[in-house]
Antibody, heavy 119, light 112 residues
Framework: QVQLVQSGAEVKKPGASVKVSCKAS????????ISWVRQAPGQGLEWMGW????????NYAQRFQGRVTMTTDTSTKMAYMELRSLRSDDTAVYFC????????????WGQGTLVTVSS | DVVMTQSPLSLPVTLGQPASISCRSS???????????LNWFLQRPGQAPRRLIS???NRDSGVPDRFSGSGSGTDFTLKISRVEAEDVGVYYC?????????FGGGTKVEIK
């Protein structure tokens, strides 16, 4: 069965970076991309960007351009999302999800990783 | 960018009664390949979202047939024919046709 298992909760200081990982299993990793979606406390879902696990192509939401990097490692079936220059309003649960655009539409989700940014 | 607008924000429903959620997009979601990539998700309290419906009306495996999706172009609807207790949570629509992808603001369904 398809599973996405994410790394554990993080606490970071403003200005620091965080790297969240997502381990995929149960499907051919390179057939689907990975989207990253975040949810601030009590708020809705926000799409951050997408990476192709086939060729590493990325598409980031404008508001994260320059501050986010998404990568994959096909040998370990891992996806990573690094967010830099953290601010308090980056405090959120970060989800990885399989696919995103077109037919692949976010059909499976990781359990989420809480990132807390606090001085 | 495409903006997704859901209504209502909150939807109190009686068990066994129908419920309907609207999702409108600022641009047509018809892709050049002829498909419309509009998805619906349910997020129960404390859980990750779960996709219910893809491409407007295709129920995912294991999704009860009391859930149905309809619509075209810019106007879409999710209907629950008879609400059950396990349907409580926040429902989101999401468009996957245009970059950047976008979610609606969510509709909270609760039992009266």
């Amino acid at each position: 069965q398809v599973q996405l298992v994410q790394s554990g909760a993080e606490v970071k200081k403003p200005g620091a970076s965080v790297k969240v990982s997502c381990k995929a299993s149960g499907y051919t990793f390179t057939t689907y991309g990975i989207s990253w979606v975040r949810q601030a406390p009590g708020q809705g879902l926000e799409w951050m960007g997408w990476i192709s696990a086939y060729n590493g192509n990325t598409n980031y939401a404008q508001r994260f351009q320059g501050r986010v990097t998404m990568t994959t490692d096909t040998s370990t079936k891992m996806a990573y999302m690094e967010l830099r220059s953290l601010r308090s309003d980056d405090t959120a649960v970060y989800f990885c999800t399989r696919g995103g655009p077109y037919s692949s539409g976010c059909d499976y989700w990781g359990q989420g990783t809480l990132v807390t940014v606090s001085s | 960018d495409v903006v997704m607008t859901q209504s209502p924000l909150s939807l109190p429903v009686t068990l066994g009664q129908p419920a309907s959620i609207s999702c409108r997009s600022s641009h047509s979601l018809v892709h050049s390949d002829g498909n419309t990539y509009l998805n619906w998700f349910l997020q129960r309290p404390g859980q990750a979202p779960r996709r219910l419906i893809s491409k407007v009306s295709n129920r995912d495996s294991g999704v009860p047939d009391r859930f149905s999706g309809s619509g075209s172009g810019t106007d879409f609807t999710l209907k629950i024919s008879r609400v059950e207790a396990e349907d409580v949570g926040v429902y989101y629509c999401m468009q996957g046709t245009h970059w950047p992808l976008a979610f609606g603001g969510g509709t909270k369904v609760e039992i009266k």
